[in-house]
């Protein structure tokens, strides 16, 4: 039977995970692609980071996003969130702020989970940057929504 999360599990979901399906429209089209995030719950935000390319320019001309998180455990036991929100890309001294809550958000996550210290952003996301900037962006959240099936 599928039921509705509770908000308080949703948001335990979204906070033990840092792999999520992020969702944005290009053109006419949707767009679906894994992504390295990290959610603060206090501030009811999350934040991802990325080169410039086809995901930041389409998410800077349609500013509706959503993500996706789940915990399949069996396709007769699962969890999912979906989050929507709006895309707001930070700049600056601010840019660098949530970059740094954003790894080290993720490396105690990684820690706690997987009982690994890491020392580089690197080891927890498949994008690294040469001489390119990331781009920081947060997923302001207007709402939470959850499914389980046990």
């Not at 080169?51 to 959503?66: A, D, E, F, L, V």
């Not at 895309?87 to 840019?95: L, V």
Request: aromatic fraction near 12%; charged fraction near 25%; hydrophobic fraction near 30%.
């Amino acid at each position: 039977m599928i039921k509705n999360l509770e908000h308080k599990r949703s948001s335990e979901i979204l906070k033990n995970n840092y792999i999520g399906y992020l969702s944005y429209i290009s053109g006419n089209r949707p767009y679906t692609i894994p992504i390295t995030y990290y959610y603060n719950d206090e501030e009811n935000y999350i934040i991802c980071y990325s080169g410039n390319g086809h995901k930041i320019r389409s998410m800077r001309r349609h500013t509706s996003i959503s993500m996706t998180v789940t915990d399949i455990y069996s396709n007769n036991k699962w969890q999912s969130v979906m989050v929507h929100g709006q895309y707001k890309e930070a700049e600056g001294s601010t840019s660098k702020l949530y970059l740094h809550e954003f790894s080290l958000g993720i490396k105690n996550l990684v820690l706690k989970k997987e009982h690994k210290d890491l020392d580089y952003i690197s080891q927890f996301s498949s994008k690294t940057f040469n001489m390119e900037t990331p781009i920081v962006f947060l997923l302001n959240i207007d709402d939470i929504t959850g499914k389980v099936k046990s």
